[in-house]
């Protein structure tokens, strides 16, 4: 009996020996596979800035040493594009890894959306974020949201676990400015206070804030990576930031650096921007300081071109935020990764951010879902040969104005863009970046197949789900702008 039940014991504690040694087993092989198989991943996502804009870019008047130590140990895309030229569409793409007009959500989300229109991206497209989530990514969004600002269209229902941030299409920056106003008009008993002034969220619960904007989310961003430095497993950050967009506030000792810039809005830009530097100088900190960042893939860009009016800079590129000319939707990018992406190489041929989702996946040896459809292509190979990964492939941009809509199309050295209610015009964009040449008389064929190549793409539009500016809804009716009636006709 005494035998039998030592005997017992004896079986017992092999047993728990046994469960004990492969617990620890599988846990170690699952650091293993966080720690070094599968990079983390971070999207630095700056707002209406300017192609030239960073000093890895050219800029000449505002330093970026901290983004530009980035890019140097990089590769830079010098032809790289966002899928819309304003910020909603462009973020709806980067995460759906679809143009926005195919699940109609071609416009912006007007302000205070959750009161006009009730929805966000539709639910039938599956965000990047999920598949990463899904695959066992830790995943975190903070600061600009803009894709949907009522339950069942959060981040939290979109694949991310953390969030912190603000939900509409912009924010004001100084908090003893913003929440003042937003509890004056609280206490005056209004019901539709403008989202730019709503206090910012942590997961769906209001936060108290004395930062400046843009050092909050700097800070969130250095929580968020030295928390998940704990965790096994690997992570994604979206950190979208909302500066350099309006309105144009900056803080007093990043304006001081910028003394030599006369003028008054380029000069609060510039500061702005500044302070994006030094907040991705404190992300890398701290990526460094928690030993992730050898392991982490950091791509930087800007969400569409900039505003020339609001301090921005897009030199050379013709035109602004908003069309389709390269100033409105091609934006400074890069990739950095050590020993995995080259350092110091520019790579000039076309990426879009549609190129995120499956590229990104695949780095993440997430399973994407066989009926997804996706717009872009994984392009790690072809950007660490050098290579190109689209060779006789197009890129689109389309963005609807008062009664007509605009068109630019990218492929290989070509551009052909429709601005403005003009007949079409056909540009060589590696000769002519500002697009000052029309080069469509001598090239007919070229253009004719550039421009049926983005009017087979536009079959694929579905009915816009909302407006922005509302107004747009009644045009989009009375001139029938969905038929595409004049915009695919080349007059010469
Ligand atoms: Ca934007």
Known sequence: MINKSINNCLILSI????????????????SSDAQTSRPNIIVVMT?????????????????????????NGGTICTSAYVAHSFCGPSRAALLTGRYPHEFGSQFNLPANSEESVGEGIPL??????????????????????????????????????????????GHNYFPEDYVTKYNQQKAAGNKHIWEYLTPLQRNGVEVEEDEYLTDELSDDAVRFVSDSSKNDKPFFLYLAYNAPHTPLEAKEDDMQKFDHIKDKARRTYAAMVYA?????????????????YDNTLIVFLSDNGGRTDQGANNYPLKGVKGDTYEGG??????????NKIPAGKKFDYP????????TFASIANAKIPQDKQLDGKNILNDLVKGENPRKGEMIFAMRHRNGFS???VREDEWKATKAYNSPWKLYNINKDMGETTDLSKQNPEQLKSM?????????????????????????????????????????N
């Not at 330093?63 to 130590?69: A, G, H, L, Q």
């Not at 990426?351 to 499956?358: E, H, K, R």
């Open 15 to 30: 047993v728990l020996l046994f469960a004990c040694c492969s617990g620890v087993k599988s846990q170690s092989v699952k």
């Open 47 to 71: 707002d209406d800035m300017g192609y030239a804009d960073v000093g890895f870019n050219g800029s000449k008047d505002i330093i970026t040493p901290e983004i530009d130590k980035l890019a």
């Open 124 to 169: 039938s497209e599956k965000f990047l974020s999920s598949v990463l989530q899904e695959s066992g990514y830790r995943t975190g969004v903070i600061g600009k949201w803009h894709l949907g600002a009522v339950e069942g269209y959060e981040p939290k229902d979109r694949g991310f676990d953390d969030f912190y941030g603000f939900l509409g299409g």
């Open 276 to 292: 994006v530097d030094r907040g991705v100088g404190e992300l890398v900190a701290a990526l460094k300081a928690t030993n992730q």
């Open 329 to 338: 939707f091609r934006v400074p990018m890069f990739f950095h990764w050590p």
């Open 351 to 358: 990426v879009t951010a549609l190129d995120f989702y499956p």
């Open 406 to 408: 605009d068109v630019g």
């Open 451 to 491: 421009v049926l190549g983005a009017q087979m793409w536009s079959k694929k539009h579905t009915e816009p789900r909302w407006f922005d500016p509302e107004s747009l809804r009644e045009i989009w009716k009375e001139k029938k702008m969905g038929e595409f009636i004049n915009t695919f006709k080349i007059s």
